[in-house]
Antibody, heavy 122, light 107 residues
């Protein structure tokens, strides 16, 4: 079955760190760009970060640049998001999403996970 | 950054109605636009990519059109299962950006 499954969400204090994981299965993971998209409670979707299939190219939203790091382990079919210096406004459901086409630099997302909840609060 | 403006933010329609949602980009995105459906408590689901290409498995009552800065998502005959919030997303330029969402309610 083609799927992605996020994990690692938790309650963390402001200034703390967290690492999210996304396990992929059912497709050739290394051929596809992957991304993280978040959704604050009751709000819309916000793109966070993306990485190419090889992991050699990465992009970030200004709101997380310098604090979050996206990476992937193609041997383990897993995507990561290292989140440092967390703020209350980072509280959201974090979705892992697969690019809809092989290669390229323009990505829409055809496969989404169920999401993992990150809560930043003291 | 490219701003994506969706309207209406909420609409209420009857089963069988034709429903149209508009998404406007602050600068041209050619046809690099996707539409997603998000049902309450669920992850988003891709409906349309490249402005008008229907994703496999998506009912044909959904269609997309437009280019440049103005795009529309049309549901030709609204069904009860279409209760959801719909989002557009541009993928012409980083940062990728989403519209604010259009919530569709069934009368």
């Amino acid at each position: 079955e083609v799927q992605v499954l996020e994990s690692g969400g938790d309650l963390v204090q402001p200034g703390g760190s967290l690492r999210l994981s996304c396990a992929a299965s059912g497709f050739t993971f290394s051929s596809y760009a992957m991304s993280w998209v978040r959704q604050a409670p009751g709000k819309g979707l916000e793109w966070v970060s993306a990485t190419s299939g090889s992991g050699g190219n990465t992009n970030y939203a200004d709101s997380v640049k310098g604090r979050f790091t996206i990476s992937r382990d193609n041997s383990e079919n897993t995507l990561y998001l290292q989140m440092n210096s967390l703020r209350a406004e980072d509280t959201a459901i974090y979705y892992c999403a697969k690019a809809g086409a092989v290669g390229g630099t323009r990505w829409y997302f055809d496969l989404w996970g169920r999401g993992t909840l990150v809560t930043v609060s003291s | 950054d490219i701003q994506m403006t969706q309207f209406p933010s909420t609409l209420s329609a009857s089963v069988g109605d034709r429903v149209t949602i508009t998404c406007r980009a602050s600068q041209t995105i050619i046809s690099w636009l996707a539409w997603y459906q998000q049902k309450p408590g669920k992850a988003p689901k891709l409906l349309i990519y490249k402005a008008s290409s229907l994703e496999s498995g998506v009912p044909s009552r959904f269609s997309g059109s437009g280019s440049g800065t103005e795009f529309t998502l049309t549901i030709s005959s609204l069904q009860p299962d279409d209760l959801a919030t719909y989002y557009c997303q541009q993928y012409n330029t980083y940062p990728l950006t989403f519209g604010g969402g259009s919530k569709v309610e069934i009368k």
